[in-house]
T-cell receptor
């Protein structure tokens, strides 16, 4: 079975500083990887996804993530954060060829941007 | 506007009552999903449906039921058998139909259910 580990439950960072949110997954087969963002009392919004090809994926709001197969990681980065980036971020993995696209989510990382 | 709607945004019910949460999408997606979100636990899959009139249990289906009579609608009933129903419930949809392995799920705004 797939699983996702987000090692940091909370990450405080000062405005305009860089940030990295860590995500590791376990899988014996090829996977698709996703990062979602959730603002308070709202649904999840897709930030970016890795399907195949280039291991560096660019998403919305200036975020990017790098797929590292040997490390089984998919860390999310942003070079300079803004107050509006304060939210919860979820990493997710899906099965390839499972017949159904079921997502397995990490427990989330709460990013707090400090003015 | 295309998207996924969930209603109501907030729902209060007395213990022992069944309650139905609505999820509607106008994206022409075949697949729909229900997740439960609890603080610090991420999202857990309750039920999913790949096509009309068909659905499968997810990881935490006990105490819940669903129907999929129409492509655009996937209501979730939280029954009195669910021991701890207070949570944030999220509905999602994707193109599905086995046409795209990279099938991306799109989420609705959620319903916060509180059982008193």
């Amino acid at each position: 079975a797939q699983s996702v580990t987000q090692l940091d439950s909370q990450v405080p960072v000062f405005e305009e500083a860089p940030v990295e949110l860590r995500c590791n997954y376990s899988s014996s087969v090829s996977v698709y990887l996703f990062w979602y963002v959730q603002y308070p009392n709202q649904g999840l919004q897709l930030l970016l996804k890795y399907l195949s090809g280039s291991t560096l994926v660019k998403g919305i709001n200036g975020f990017e993530a790098e797929f590292n197969k040997s490390q089984t990681s998919f860390h999310l980065r942003k070079p300079s954060v803004h107050i509006s980036d304060t939210a919860e971020y979820f990493c997710a993995v899906s099965d390839w060829g499972a017949g159904a696209n079921n997502l397995f989510f990490g427990t989330g990382t709460r990013l707090t941007v400090i003015p | 506007d295309g998207g996924i709607t969930q209603s109501p945004k907030y729902l209060f019910r007395k213990e022992g009552q069944n309650v139905t949460l609505s999820c509607e999408q106008n994206l022409n997606h075949d697949a729909m999903y229900w997740y439960r979100q609890d603080p610090g636990q991420g999202l857990r899959l309750i039920y999913y449906s790949q096509i009309v009139n068909d659905f499968q249990k997810g990881d935490i289906a006990e105490g819940y039921s669903v129907s999929r009579e129409k492509k655009e609608s996937f209501p979730l009933t939280v029954t009195s058998a669910q021991k701890n129903p207070t949570a944030f419930y999220l509905c999602a949809s994707s193109i599905g139909g086995g046409r795209e392995h990279s099938d991306t799920q799109y989420f609705g705004p959620g319903t916060r259910l509180t059982v008193l």
